[in-house]
Each structure stands twice: as structure tokens, then as C-alpha cells.
């Protein structure tokens, strides 16, 4: 299914979610497999195999290891068991009622652009108007939200269940190189007073609290501005660096040379890579 943000605010949210969604809805689908089910299947595999090679991990050393057992206990007090879940269904409750003008007044932009009018004529408008003017042209619109809401906030949060444990094993680990333990002791210490406690319990909600939203939203227009300079700027970096070759672009005895490293015949490579590389800079 194509997401169409433009025409309906659920499907942002829904972008949010896609990343843990996704995997869900594949699984679900597994019993009648199709062309395009392979493709996005093939296409996941070799995207989770460039992500391995982009992130891997040295092994912990012996003395590492040995601190594994108290960066564990820090851990366990800053990723609880459930807390992704509960993160990520009351973040994405409150935005969604936001979005949706849910307990709250309905956004003039949203308005605007279904009417195909200015925001400022909106904004001119009482609630009592603006929620006629969206019983009109959209009796279901909270309705549709809602039910779609708790959809992905149930798909999402049971996602969370795979997420969790691999994010609470990282972490340890990491703790265990990236502290002492003297550090480790000096941490688990403060964490088992109440104020370590709170401090060990909000670390990750934090992440999610309105002040810092609102706060790290306001820079966003300004990284969006950024980002055709910054294009810009690596399309001249690039300058004057030949573009990835496709087949077409070889000539017979470099296709022959290619074959021949790879372990294949000319026809099989001429039979398989792509005319053009699927990787040119499009800066």
C-alpha cells in the first residue's frame, strides 16, 4: 500500500511506524508469497547485510566480559522490561491527537488544505465552525484516525518485544567497554538511591518529552534549508570523478576480466548485471 501523507495525516504517523510495522505485516503475508513479496523480501536481506557490514562490533576483551554482570544490573534499571511499549504508545498516541485535533482543537493547516484555502481564513474560525466545516467534508476523519491509531500503536508495541532485548544486550555490552568498574559500582551506587532510581527510570522517556520535541522541531526548517546546499556542496566534491559503471559501460574485455574475478562466464554477467549502475550520484 502507497502512503499518501498529503491526503491524510494518519499515514505520517504511519511512516513513523513503518520501520517496526513492517515486519509484521511481511510475516503476516508469508502464507501466500508473490513476485513482489519476494522482491521486498530479497531487497530486505540485502539491506539487513549492508547494515551488518556498516555496523559491527569488535568482541569484548577478558576484562570487558568480567564487567558484563554490573553494566547488566545499570541497564536493567534503564531499559525496564516494557518500556519501549510504553514509549512508543503514548508518543504516538499524543502526536496522533494532535494531528487528528483530538481533545484539542483541529489544525488550521489541516483544514486549509482540504479546503484548498488560505491558513489564515481557517485560523479566522471559532472550533465550533472549524469541526462543522470537518463534519462536512469528512463525517468519519476522527473516527478513521482513531481506528488506524490503534492499529499501529498495537503492531508497533508488539514490535517492541523484539526491539527491546536487543537494545537492552547492546547497551550492556557497551557499558562494559565503555566504563570501568569502578565506574560500573560507582553508577549501580547512585542507581539504587531514589534519586538515582528516577534518574535510571527517566533516561529513555526523556528522549520523548514535549519540551525536547518542541524544542529539536523548531531546528528542523532550518536542517530542511540545509540540505540542497549540502547536495550542492557534494555534488562539487564529486566533480569531475567518473560515475559507477554498468554493463553498457564496459567494453568486451573488461566484461570478460570482471567475469572471470567473480567466477562466472562473460554470458552470465552480461545475463544479470544491469545495463546502467543502479547507483550513480544523483546529487
Not at 559491527?56 to 522490561?81: C, G, H, N, S, W
Not at 476522527?142 to 499501529?152: C, D, I, N, Q, T
Not at 533516561?203 to 519540551?211: E, G, S
Amino acid at each position: 500500500m502507497k502512503l499518501r501523507i498529503s491526503s491524510y495525516p494518519a499515514t505520517a504517523l504511519a511512516a513513523l511506524a513503518f520501520g517496526l510495522a513492517a515486519p509484521v505485516q511481511a510475516s503476516a503475508q508469508e502464507s501466500t508469497p508473490s513476485s513482489s513479496q519476494n522482491t521486498a523480501d530479497a531487497e530486505m536481506t540485502e539491506m539487513q547485510a549492508m547494515m551488518d557490514d556498516l555496523f559491527t562490533a569488535d568482541p569484548l576483551t577478558a576484562e570487558q566480559e568480567a564487567r558484563l554482570p554490573e553494566a547488566e544490573k545499570a541497564v536493567a534499571l534503564i531499559v525496564p522490561e516494557g518500556i519501549y511499549g510504553e514509549i512508543v504508545g503514548t508518543t504516538m498516541s499524543d502526536i496522533f491527537n494532535r494531528m487528528l485535533g483530538l481533545g484539542g482543537g483541529i489544525p488550521d493547516a489541516l483544514l486549509a488544505r482540504k479546503l484548498g484555502q488560505p491558513t489564515e481564513r481557517i485560523a479566522a474560525l471559532d472550533e465550533e465552525s472549524k469541526r462543522a466545516v470537518m463534519q462536512i467534508i469528512d463525517p468519519y476523519f476522527a473516527e478513521r484516525g482513531e481506528r488506524a491509531m490503534a492499529v499501529m500503536v498495537e503492531q508497533v508495541t508488539e514490535m517492541t518485544g523484539v526491539l527491546e532485548p536487543a537494545l537492552r544486550e547492546g547497551l550492556t555490552r557497551a557499558y562494559a567497554v565503555r566504563f570501568s568498574a569502578q565506574e560500573l559500582a560507582d553508577i549501580n551506587a547512585f542507581f539504587a538511591t531514589p534519586s538515582g532510581a528516577h534518574f535510571a527510570a527517566e533516561t529513555l522517556p526523556l528522549y520523548t518529552d514535549p519540551q525536547i520535541m518542541a524544542a529539536t522541531t523548531k531546528v528542523m526548517p532550518m536542517i530542511i534549508k540545509a540540505m540542497p546546499k549540502m547536495s550542492a556542496n557534494i555534488a562539487e566534491a564529486l566533480a569531475g570523478l567518473d560515475d559507477p559503471r554498468g554493463l553498457a559501460d564496459l567494453d568486451a574485455e573488461e566484461q570478460a576480466e570482471l567475469a572471470e574475478l567473480i567466477g562466472i562466464t562473460a554470458e552470465d554477467l552480461a545475463a544479470t548485471m544491469p545495463e546502467e549502475a543502479p547507483d550513480k550520484p544523483k546529487f
